[in-house]
């Protein structure tokens, strides 16, 4: 897969000019990891929600309850408020790289960290850097540094009213997408109502409300099952099982 393509290149680079050095206890030897990567089947990275288990193998969000002046001063990007666990901060740019997104769509501005976030990983990641737009009920709060992204947009939105977002723009917002979900307001009829404007390849991400499962999401999650969407588990489980803040929720559009 496109991730991992460069452990070949360094595989094949080692035994041709370095072929001792590859050799166990060689400098260059990783132990079983290279080949590992190399011989892995990822024939099962796509499953449906319904075939998953909801457990993590530990809660990404542990560090940040903690009262300490490292949990209270880690969440920050380049000054401003950046709500995201370091996990998913070392997930989204290798989604961005394989994705090549053309347009990601954030729900939830907050401070626009995040945003000024993506919106530097897209210029650096992608051959083509296309737009973030960030949606919000309280875009007053967002830094003017996050406004001076030339590939960053705000946009006023009420989600618990669909109608509010601008149907025009969504229309035309070029694919591959990547939306993410970081609002937590009526995820599911978000979800329905963006899924209309989505196209097969595109990523749905939903955060911090599937890590507490009760009824609603595992019917949320059935209805996007129903609507043709697979959990990407190479993002679900890099770390361990389900150790991101959108656990199951690293979906593609099929
Ligand atoms: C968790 S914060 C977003 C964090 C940000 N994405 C980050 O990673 O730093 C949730 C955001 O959802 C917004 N929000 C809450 N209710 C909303 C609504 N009805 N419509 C639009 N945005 C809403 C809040 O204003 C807040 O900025």
Redesign the pocket.
Known sequence: MKLTSGYKAFWDAAHKHYPTQIQPKGHLDMGVAIGSVLNADDSDRFVRPSERVWMSTIYPWIFDKRRTKIGALA?TYKGL????TPFDLALYPRLIWELQPRTIL??????G???LWLSDQMSVLCEMPGEVH?????VK?VHENARAHPLLNFHH????DVSTFDQDLLMRLPHPWLV?D????QIFSIFSYLNRFMTPGDYYVV??NPVNVNREIIDGFQLIEDSGFLIDTYFTDAFGTNVTCAPNAWLRKS
């Open positions: 969440l408020i950046l709500l995201k954030e729900l939830g501005s907050y401070q960290g995040s945003g960030s949606f919000d009920l309280y709060c939105v009420d989600l618990s993410i970081d609002a937590h307001v955060e911090d």
